[in-house]
């Protein structure tokens, strides 16, 4: 049966729960309803009020392919609005075995109390003081943890960047081989577990008795054809795990959307040196591993173990956001040292598309040249000492750092910086950046599909023509798979595919025993994003919120486009 567990950060103990009102829902839709319900909107992101929510998928711990995420929800630190990130590894499945539908921490210690690590197992809870790990990179921390824990255990931890409160903290995750490469990067959810003084969390599932499953046959069944429907799509079955998402490099450089130089140009001369051909090809040829899952479960297996011309690790999950938020946006063509900024990203927790945003907006303000990757790296690593004053600035994102740097070219919504799509010249995008509760982010409505791949339909990107109504649909459906706990990158075979949100329906259907029809999967979106709404309107964000920088109204090359919504028109893309 699932249950809640609640921790109070402040006086150490714990409690589990039965759902309660909560009793029937997971991931996205769990982290943003008990966020609405319990947190005061007005409240201080790093405050006593604020609650980080971890929620397993209502699938999440079965055999459903692609079903293993984590949604963290917090009010968020960078946007002061609601906040749901979500992640691979393998901590969401672990969880989910152990009958634990959501860890709710709460409250908040002094700000002298030691860091602590919470132990999780079937067994019971402990909470114990971690001074030795108060620092450490999120590699040597997690080390430490699978050492002490067994490799049995998954890992959620936070890196310095996490503990001083950076307003660009991740959560990490470890993955299948006990690298904390995985990340909930967006919107700073590390600051809020660092103001918790949580280090980590431990979850190690021996003795589990798993997920229950109403209808074993019927489960079964769905499950055979959902995996028959990812694994015939050709971007599920031949372009993710081929090449990675950095397959995306050449394509959205073909498009002139690739944003280059903070944004002014659609094309970087330079793309094919970090294109996910290119990757593949030095992953071929050094001993990297192309081709690998998060989780248990994954089909579609789009990550990828990327190493130096000696053979040694320099990242995984090397995603197409990272290789364009340090390559294109910053003129930087070496993906090698591209590889190492997100491995000191991964290891000081930190966004890397806020990261990749703020170094270029260094580079902007004069503090780095244009185009150094050494002197990015650096300025990177800085934000590990805690005395440096640039590290400090640099970690707090974009935003923070073009306040600093004096500069005003910062691509940002809600205090979330832009991901790797220029919104003129894929306008669908746009509208979703502008208007998901979440700040800026492409995951909330990936309409690059329609507006680019041609899945699931084919809408002009360079017009405003139905993009509205597009970015609205697309943020619906992502909240719903958010919820399930699904991969979001199922989405392509679903939009192709004309049984799909059936089948996801009969897998619901199947594990919980109550009937589940796809006009419940679109409520359950629809809800989800309502909650959402509620939160932010209560924070104070009006529709003056959603909508893009003005410099996006300068032309962009090759293809001349500009920014031209209103924030009136924009509002149709929005659940009511
Ligand atoms: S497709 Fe990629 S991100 Fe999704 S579950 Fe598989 S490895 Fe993880």
Redesign the pocket.
């Known amino acids: 049966m699932s249950r809640l567990l609640r921790i109070d950060t402040n006086k150490r103990t714990f409690a589990f729960s039965d759902m309660g009102a909560y009793a029937g829902m997971g991931g996205r839709a769990l982290t943003s309803r008990l966020i609405l319900d319990e947190v005061p909107a007005l409240s201080h992101p790093l405050g006593a009020s604020n609650k980080l929510v971890a929620a397993a998928g209502i699938l999440t711990g079965t055999a459903a392919a692609?079903s293993?995420r984590i949604s963290l929800g917090a009010k968020s630190p960078l946007t002061g609005g609601i906040k749901e990130s979500n992640s691979?590894g393998l901590f969401s499945q672990k969880m989910a075995k152990l009958g634990i539908q959501a860890m709710v921490f709460e409250d908040k210690p002094e700000d002298s109390a030691a860091p602590v690590v919470v132990v999780v197992k079937a067994d019971g809870v402990s909470i114990v003081e971690a001074p030795e790990l108060a620092g450490l990179g999120t590699y040597a921390a997690s080390e430490i943890l699978l050492a002490k824990y067994g490799s049995r255990a998954a890992v959620m931890l936070i890196g310095p960047a996490g503990e001083t409160c950076r307003l660009a903290a991740s959560v990490q995750f470890t993955d299948p081989k006990g690298r904390p490469a995985r990340a909930a990067g967006r919107g700073g959810l590390g600051a809020v577990m660092g103001s918790k003084k949580i280090k980590a969390v431990v979850v190690d599932d021996t003795g589990a008795t798993g997920v229950p499953v109403a209808d074993k046959e019927a489960f079964k069944a769905a499950n055979k054809r959902w995996v028959e429907i990812l694994g015939s799509h050709p971007v599920t079955s031949q372009g993710?795990p081929g090449f990675g998402t950095s397959i995306l490099v050449n394509i959205i450089n073909e498009a002139g959307a690739l944003p280059t130089k903070n944004f002014r140009f659609g094309r970087f001369d330079q793309a094919a040196d970090i294109s996910g051909e290119k990757m593949v090809e030095l992953m071929q040829a050094r001993g990297g591993k192309p081709k690998?899952?998060?989780?248990p479960g994954?089909v579609?297996?789009?990550?990828q173990t990327f190493v130096d011309d000696k053979g040694g690790y320099l990242s995984s999950g090397l995603e197409y956001e990272t290789v364009w938020a340090f390559g294109a946006n910053c003129l930087i063509n070496d993906i090698d040292d591209i590889a190492r900024m997100d491995h000191a990203c991964d290891d000081l927790g930190l966004d890397t598309i806020d990261m990749g945003n703020a170094v270029a907006v260094a580079m902007d303000g004069g503090i780095i040249p244009w185009g150094d990757s050494k002197a990015a790296l650096t300025l990177l690593r800085r934000v590990g000492d805690p005395s440096d004053s640039l590290g400090r600035i640099m970690g707090n994102g974009a935003k923070f750092a073009g306040q600093a740097f004096g500069v005003s070219r910062v691509a940002e919504v809600k205090g979330q910086a832009l991901p790797a799509y220029d919104p003129r010249s894929v306008k669908g995008v746009g509208v979703t950046y502008a208007t998901t509760p979440m700040g800026a982010d492409h995951t909330a409505g990936y309409a690059v599909c329609q507006n680019i791949l041609k899945c699931g339909g084919d809408v002009n990107p360079m017009t405003k023509v139905g993009q509205v109504e597009l970015s609205k649909n697309l943020q619906i459906a992502t909240a719903a798979i958010d919820a399930v706990g699904f991969?979001l990158?199922v989405a392509f075979a679903v939009l192709d595919t004309a049984d799909a949100v059936q089948v996801m329906c009969d897998q619901i259907a199947a594990v919980t025993g109550k009937a589940f029809a796809p006009g419940d999967f679109l409520a359950l979106g629809v809800n989800t994003l309502k909650d959402e709404i509620a939160f932010n309107t209560k924070a104070g964000f009006t529709k003056e919120h959603d909508q893009l920088p003005e410099f996006f109204a300068e032309p962009l090359a090759p293809h001349n486009t500009t920014w031209d919504f209103t924030p009136e028109e924009l509002q149709g893309a929005k659940v009511s």
């Open positions: 692609n293993g691979g993710l690998e899952g998060c989780h994954c579609i297996q789009c990550s991969c990158f």
